[in-house]
């Protein structure tokens, strides 16, 4: 097993004390030591050190690597995503718009009839009055905007209160249901 820096500068310094130790005898025993054993622990142990600062260095440059890489795919995601959100945002513009060129036609066709029923000297279906279609359509189209998750009363500015409505109700279908006596007995003045 190969030993780590750390270790190996531990047992370097623990050599450099016993070296020291054994320097200090032979002064006080008046017998010859060689210095050269001291300064090469001391070379190796300012070798280690150095090692150690360039493998922290290292393992740095690696994690500033590493999150530069994480951060260059996350931008990627970041630019993806809003290419979906502008699209989504783009495709519910359209949806609004072609909601309320909806709603208006209905609501001109609604007057279209009830203009034809005043020429026909018929009374005028209560449920194809302004005010009676605009509680409908919108009680329909509140069924659908509760369904947005976490937005069952507001989304933002716009709110609402809950209705009786069903979001997967089709619309069409269920007004032709809700006026079809009034437009049948319409058809039959003329």
């Known amino acids: 097993m190969t030993a780590t820096l750390i270790e190996r500068r531990n047992d370097a310094l623990t050599r450099l004390d016993m070296l020291r130790r054994k320097r200090g005898a032979a002064v006080l025993d008046g017998t010859p030591?060689?210095?050269g054993q001291i300064i090469a622990t001391e070379q190796e142990i300012d070798a280690l050190a150095q090692a150690?600062?360039?493998?922290?260095?290292?393992?740095r440059d690696d994690e500033a690597s590493r999150l530069a890489t994480i951060a260059e795919r996350l931008s990627g995601e970041i630019a993806d995503s809003e290419d979906c959100r502008l699209a989504a945002i783009r495709k519910a513009e359209n949806g609004a718009r072609d909601l309320v060129a909806g709603l208006d036609e209905a609501l001109?066709?609604?007057?279209d009839i009830r203009n034809l029923a005043r020429r026909l000297?018929?009374?005028v279906p209560a449920k194809l009055d302004?005010?009676?279609m605009a509680s409908r359509l919108s009680q329909r189209l509140v069924a659908i905007l509760s369904t947005l998750p976490?937005?069952?009363y507001r989304f933002g500015a716009v709110g609402w209160r809950s209705c009786w409505?069903?979001?997967?109700?089709n619309w069409a279908k269920h007004e032709r249901a809700e006026i079809?006596?009034?437009?049948?007995?319409?058809?039959k003045g003329i």
């Open 165 to 169: 409505r069903k979001a997967g109700d």
């Open 52 to 59: 150690e600062v360039e493998s922290v260095r290292r393992e």
């Open 108 to 111: 001109k066709a609604a007057g």
């Open 180 to 187: 079809a006596d009034d437009i049948e007995q319409l058809r």
């Open 150 to 152: 976490g937005h069952t």
């Open 33 to 35: 030591f060689e210095d």
């Open 121 to 123: 000297g018929k009374p």
């Open 130 to 132: 302004g005010p009676a």
